[in-house]
């Protein structure tokens, strides 16, 4: 009988017998935390489905017994890539909303930063988290990418509606709405890197974004076309 992990190997390359059972003890031959960020740029280029296990161990320098062994499978090692993506390089709309004194600087910050991440060199273009599930068959997959973009949107949302209460937007103000602006032009943003789009013109849309974002009106609400109070231009 066939295990699950000697079929996967299977079905991407020769199968390598002896994996499962090979001593826990046993020392590794590679540096775990360089094969994982290989790992992380060979999932945030091509998307989980398309990145077969026999691309992740040439990519990781890596035998299909050792990636077992130190990752799990294939979903597995894809859970922990997506973490290690966020704490490297998808958490600088965590820190802009948590740093940013008001709500139209934190989402202003998160923008420009968002044009320059994303088309950074050394890296794939876009995020990851938004596009890592194209084509994917995998449904746990799929709801785990689409669960930490939902939470992103949360947190948006919640980030507007402390604004509100704190007076610096009108109490009538769309929270939900800006929200998911906000997240459609991150969302777009990612999109517009992985089809060539430059910093430059992703900073310029940033720009574009924020100027029908509501300002600091005269009286301490906002109002639309005003001059930014917050963020120097």
């Known amino acids: 009988m066939v295990n699950g992990r000697e079929k996967e190997a299977r079905s991407d390359g020769p199968v390598v017998r002896g994996s499962v059972g090979r ?3 046993r020392p590794r031959s590679f540096d775990r935390d360089t094969a994982l960020e290989k790992a992380v740029l060979a999932f945030w280029e091509h998307g989980y489905e398309a990145t077969s296990v026999s691309d992740l161990t040439r990519v990781m320098g890596i035998g299909a017994p ?3 062994a130190a990752f799990g ?5 894809f859970e922990e890539v997506v973490g290690v993506y966020g704490d490297r390089y998808g958490s600088f709309a965590d820190r802009a909303l948590a740093e940013e004194p008001t709500v139209r600087a934190a989402f202003e910050r998160m923008l420009r930063e968002a044009a320059d991440i994303y088309t950074a060199p050394g890296h794939p273009h876009g995020c990851l988290v938004i596009h890592a599930a194209t084509n994917c068959t995998t449904p746990e997959v799929e709801e785990s990418l689409r669960a930490r973009r939902t939470a ?3 947190a948006f949302e919640s980030r507007v509606k402390a604004a509100i209460a704190a007076g610096e937007l009108p109490a009538g103000s769309d929270a939900g709405a800006l929200a998911r602006y906000a997240g459609a032009i991150i969302q777009g943003m990612s999109q517009q890197a992985r089809d ?3 910093r430059e013109e992703l900073d310029a849309l940033a720009g574009v974004a924020m100027a029908i974002w509501p300002r600091a009106g005269a009286a301490g609400g906002y109002a639309a076309g005003e001059p930014s109070r917050d963020v120097p231009q």
């Open 23 to 25: 001593p826990r003890g």
């Open 66 to 68: 050792s990636l077992y």
């Open 73 to 77: 499978d294939k979903r597995s090692l």
């Open 152 to 154: 992103g949107i949360a």
């Open 196 to 198: 060539g789009a430059s």
